[in-house]
């Protein structure tokens, strides 16, 4: 039940308090920081989370209604994704494509469509489409070719746009989600029906300001110019089966899809750029019904959140639509998803299909594959989210920490790299998702940018689990982070984490620098002095007075003028006090 | 060595008509002898010599410098202008890049084989510093930013581009008169049409109003006009000339293709512009037909250039030829058919052994041919939209931007094809259409693979008939479109063919030329080179330079 009310209620969280992202607080130490921040090494630091925002918090009476249309309603949810490649240069021809580039500057003949000029593929853009097609558990063409797609659009400069049509280079393969555990979490399958390569077009700018990339009539044509740079980028396009179910498996899908990506490095996955972008195909149908329902499209989702809200809100749609006796009303037609009043309009009514008139593209040679370049493809490819997230289950790391570790290609590889100098699973990991994510977050950096290393955060778990340097002092004192850059100079014990981070450098030259003490003879002898200045106290402790421990150790402190490891001291100053003399 | 011809072999006797007429290229044509020609030969019947290694040989002697040579030839292309109109555009720059490589000559430099040869290009191979129109309005006044590669090849070796000559619009016709901007005329006859869609190209060869020409040939865009005008036509095999810059016709059948007055002239040009191109991802791999160098400026094949006394020693001997038999049976003017019989007859004489090949599947290449050229040209023309470049109608809305720019930018012909292509392609037809065709030309590929299994080379007329008058065809576009039946299998097939005059039949005030067709097997141009320069230094008592020099155009 839990699971089924966060989804109904999450689903429609937007209609009750749209203005409200919600920050959960679930009590879990880190928990706080995770679902705010798990964008941390991407690129680009707008890339909304890929965790999807929602609240689960709701209005009874909605959460009635949408229970309801839930149980009556079965929604069929397909995603087509296109995906743009990070290869250096564009498909067909050796521009380079930058994002923000001044317009038309990163253009030539090929990709304007000058007469005469022809297309050569860039082999990386085969390379990626084999390693996705790899990933995604797809069934390769080793035969395929390229076709052309004619329509006419003034951002498509040769009138046709160089796809796959009858032959995609890999079909058949499917996604593995893991659910996020505040949602009741779970496993989910997702079929991939195709996976294909093709260009990108244009830009459509208005003459006056920004950029405008829907479709649009076109009342006054002179007051819109075209951008050409991103014309000829490559594309893989991925089509997912109709297999999820709510908005939030959808955006699940389309966030492992991300992941996936960037794991593979075959693009960077940002959606605000709109290197990935997400059609979504929205149909419902009363739960029993085998038909499928009118299928409806929704455009315009630049980001998980949207696609989960525009989702839910087309389902409630034609839900309502359906209840009131009007599914008549519901008609194959493309809509867009409008951030501002959270609600999808529509965009255009599709008359019948269009005739695309494919037909195979003659200035390109077939696709042609060969076992060897598949198989050194294979065994090239890194290990993947999935594969990731059961390894790190089977280390006994919770779901919640799985996901956050897996989340980020740099983050997973920080985590591995730490837990390869042997640092201890667990403490990697709450090290990792604590202070270090905390830090990251407060500083706008990428676990990339930060300076501590990998091998440095390994030693450091082992130095306070080996007592050389303070437990306590790694703990207590980075819950202190927010505010410790002051507090830093002024501490007598450095909070090595934060200097690491911060400066770099090692474990061990920083206790050096400090001169902390850590020799335990060393230690030892200033305790002996402590206690034969103050064998009163000392007999008024082995007298049962315990609480004279912190006079003790203040002492001791004192003697070192504050450079004694205090976990080290206190260890000491115990066994001496408790010791039978 | 007659009887052969009279009596010819009993496979081929069915071609022969009852009464054996006399074969036309035994026939003096009706030349002047007195004429001013351009290949000063000792006789006006001697063999068609290399324009190109004479100029070589001329300026490196330093006879003569290559301004000369470019001011005699812009002289007479502009004095047989007005009549033929083969140039859309003439260049402005001759003059400065023949006194180039005068001064690079002067300095003792190198000179690259082409240099001071003057290159006509037909108007829809791209020509960084010249109009690149493809024939069409919608291109009036586009300037490309860049040069074909194949014109890029021809100017790095010194070749001259003297300017744009005209077209069907966008190579489509086989006559020249759909150009958007003017008809050209046959040099044999100027009420003539000089063929198409290279017919500027041909025309302006065959009128020495350039040395050599580039043309294109997607059905027979080469060959015909190249017969129509009694000039060497060489269609290279698809992927040997990069097609980069070459304005897109039909991608899957556009070749480069080569013009000149002999068969070396042609095969020099050829070997200039062909390789792979990294632009051209159609383009082969495949070696070199020809090397040529500054050094060694003979190909291979001149080497055996020795005239009659080849005729005795039977140089071809053992040469398997195969007479394509559908290519010479109704529908083929008699005198075509007698014209290249006599030159089966010869080829004969020069020791080929003579075969009758039937390609069944020849028939079905004509209409395979114009579905699939009209479904990728239907796509190809799409980029002329009026939104980048090109002229673009004044519209109120999208919609009537791209309907009207194109409209008012296409002739009739075109848009009669991407008519028809627009529908070969569309859903519910493209199986019955396209996907026929398709398969029809894996059966013609198949059929000629066969026939060159067994022979060396193919042969037929490359026109049903000769040139045919201007306005004679115009408004029956099947009956034009039945003129490319001897062209349109070769495309589909991707094999290379040569075109060279063999004789003519009457017609116009001297008689008109026929072009005899060689096929070859796929990158084999090397052997129809060296027949074909065989047969032409064999060929005897024909001239085929047109009567428009002959009547006192000056040299």
């Keep these: ?581 | 060595m007659l009887s052969t011809l009279h009596h010819p072999p009993r496979r081929l006797s069915r071609f022969f008509p009852a009464n054996n007429k006399p074969r036309h290229f035994h026939t003096k044509p009706v030349l002047s002898s007195s004429q001013p020609v351009t290949d000063q030969s000792p006789s006006s019947t001697s063999p068609p010599e290399s324009q190109i290694l004479s100029i070589h040989h001329s300026l490196l002697s330093r006879e003569v410098t290559a301004t000369q040579l470019a001011e005699t030839y812009l002289s007479r292309l502009k004095l047989a202008e007005p009549q033929l109109k083969s140039f859309i555009h003439v260049s402005n720059n001759v003059l400065k890049e023949a006194q180039s490589i005068d001064d690079k000559i002067k300095r003792n430099e190198n000179v690259g084989p082409l240099a001071g040869v003057l290159v006509g290009v037909k108007d829809n191979i791209c020509t960084v510093d010249m109009p690149s129109t493809a024939g069409s309005r919608v291109l009036e006044n586009y300037r490309p930013p860049f040069d074909a590669t194949a014109v890029k090849k021809v100017k790095e070796f010194d070749g001259i581009v003297v300017g744009k000559t005209n077209l069907d619009e966008f190579g489509m016709g086989s006559t020249t008169e759909s150009s958007s901007f003017q008809v050209t005329a046959n040099p044999w006859d100027i009420s003539r049409v000089p063929g198409g869609s290279s017919g500027g190209s041909a025309a302006a060869v065959s009128a020495r109003q350039c040395v050599v020409s580039l043309g294109s040939d997607t059905g027979g865009s080469v060959r015909q006009p190249a017969s129509f005008c009694g000039v060497v036509g060489l269609k290279p095999t698809y992927g040997r000339v990069s097609r980069y810059g070459l304005i897109a016709y039909a991608s899957s059948l556009d070749v480069i293709g080569c013009f000149g007055s002999s068969v070396a002239d042609t095969g020099i040009l050829l070997s200039a512009i062909s390789g792979h191109d990294r632009l051209d991802a159609t383009s082969s791999k495949q070696v070199r037909v020809l090397q040529i160098s500054v050094s060694q400026e003979v190909p291979d094949f001149t080497s055996q250039l020795i005239s009659a006394a080849l005729l005795e020693s039977k140089p071809l001997k053992g040469l398997k030829v195969g007479v394509i038999r559908e290519t010479l049976e109704n529908g083929v003017d008699s005198g075509v058919k007698s014209t290249v019989l006599g030159a089966v007859s010869h080829l004969e004489e020069l020791g080929c052994t003579l075969s009758e090949v039937s390609l069944p599947s020849f028939s079905l290449g004509l209409p395979a041919y114009y579905i699939l050229a009209s479904s990728e040209s239907s796509s190809n023309l799409s980029r002329y939209d009026g939104v980048r470049y090109g002229n673009q109608a004044a519209a109120e809305d999208l919609n009537a931007l791209y309907g009207d720019s194109r409209a008012k930018g296409f002739g009739s012909e075109v848009k009669m094809r991407i008519l028809m292509g627009t529908y070969a392609l569309s859903a519910g037809y493209y199986d019955a259409y396209y996907k026929r065709a398709q398969q029809v030309r894996t059966l013609i590929q198949k059929s000629f693979k066969t026939a060159l299994d067994e022979n060396d080379i193919l042969i037929s007329p490359a026109a049903p008939s000769a040139a045919y008058k201007i306005g004679e065809k115009k408004n029956d576009p099947l009956a034009m479109y039945s003129g490319d039946i001897m062209t349109v299998n070769v495309n589909l097939a991707g094999l290379p063919a040569l075109v060279l005059p063999c004789g003519f039949v009457e017609g116009g005030p001297v008689g008109l030329p026929v072009g005899l067709q060689m096929i070859g097997a796929a990158f084999d141009e090397g052997k129809l080179l060296k027949v074909g320069h065989i047969f032409e230094q064999t060929l005897q008592g024909c001239r085929f330079v047109p009567p428009l020099i002959a009547d006192g155009i000056p040299q």
């Excluded at chain 1, 796809?163 to 280079?169: E, T």
């Excluded at chain 1, 990998?454 to 030693?459: G, I, P, T, Y």
């Design chain 1, 1 to 581: 039940m839990a699971s089924f009310l966060f989804r109904t209620i999450q689903s429609h969280s937007f209609l009750l308090c749209p203005t409200t992202l919600l920050r959960r607080n679930n009590g879990a130490v880190y928990c706080s920081m995770k679902s705010t921040h798990t964008q941390t090494a991407t690129q680009e630091k707008q890339q909304p989370p890929p965790k999807i925002k929602s609240s689960p918090q709701g209005n009874q009476a909605k959460t009635r209604t949408l229970d309801r249309i839930s149980k009556e309603y079965e929604a069929i949810i397909g995603i087509e994704t296109h995906v743009q490649l990070s290869t250096l240069t564009k498909a067909f021809c050796t521009c380079p494509y930058n994002y923000g580039a001044q317009p038309n500057t990163s253009v030539c003949p090929i990709c304007m469509g000058l007469p005469g000029a022809l297309p050569v593929v860039n082999s990386k853009v085969v390379e990626f489409a084999v390693k996705l097609g790899l990933a995604l558990n797809c069934k390769l063409s080793f035969n395929s070719k390229f076709d052309r797609k004619q329509y006419f659009y003034p951002d498509l400069p040769k009138g046709y746009q160089i796809s796959q049509f009858d032959i995609p280079i890999a079909t058949g393969g499917y996604l593995d989600v893991d659910l996020p555990v505040e949602y009741g979490g779970g496993h989910r399958r997702f079929g991939i029906t195709r996976v294909h390569m093709e260009e990108d077009a244009g830009k459509l700018l208005h003459a006056d300001d920004g950029e405008y990339s829907q479709e649009i009539t076109f009342p006054i044509i002179y007051a819109l110019q075209v951008d050409l740079n991103r014309a000829g980028v490559p594309l893989l396009e991925i089509v997912s089966e109709p297999d999820m179910r709510t908005g939030l498996e959808a955006a699940e899908y389309a966030a492992e899809l991300q992941r996936l990506v960037r794991y593979l490095g075959v693009s960077n996955g940002n959606m605000q750029e709109g290197s990935l972008r997400c059609d979504v195909n929205v149909s419902i149908r009363p739960v029993g019904q085998s038909k499928f329902g009118t299928k409806v499209e929704i455009k315009n989702l630049n980001s998980f959140s949207s696609i989960n809200r525009a989702i839910d809100f087309e389902i409630a749609r034609q839900a309502l639509l359906y209840s009131q006796g009007k599914a008549d009303q519901i008609v194959q037609e493309t809509r867009l998803w409008e951030e501002g009043s959270q609600k999808t309009v529509t965009m255009r009514k599709k008359e019948g299909l269009a005739d695309y008139r494919y037909f195979p593209e003659p200035d390109l040679p077939e696709v042609i594959l060969n076992k060897e370049y598949v198989d050194s493809i294979q065994s090239s490819l890194p290990e993947l989210p999935e594969m990731k997230r059961r390894r790190y289950e089977e280390m006994g790391l919770s779901m919640q920490d799985v996901l956050f570790l897996a989340n980020d290609i740099n983050v997973a590889r920080f985590f591995d790299a730490t837990i390869g100098k042997g640092a201890d699973v667990k403490l990697a990991a709450n090290w990792i998702m604590g202070d270090i994510a905390a830090h990251m977050k407060n500083e706008k950096l990428t676990i990339n940018e930060i300076k501590l290393s990998a091998a440095e955060l390994a030693e450091l778990i082992a130095s306070i689990k080996g007592a050389t340097i303070s437990g306590k002092i790694g703990k207590e004192l980075s819950h202190l982070c927010e505010s410790f850059t002051g507090y830093f100079s002024s501490t007598p014990f450095p909070h090595i984490l934060f200097e690491l981070m911060a400066k770099g450098g090692t474990v061990n030259g920083i206790i050096k620098e400090k001169d902390l003490i850590v020799d335990p003879s060393e230690i030892e002898k200033m305790v002996d002095k402590v206690f034969s200045e103050n064998p009163k106290q000392l007999e008024q402790y082995r007298g049962g007075k315990t609480k004279l421990q912190g006079f003790f150790a203040g002492q001791v402190m004192k003697i070192s003028k504050g450079k004694a490891n205090p976990g080290l001291l206190n260890k000491i100053l115990l066994e001496k006090l408790n010791a039978k003399s």
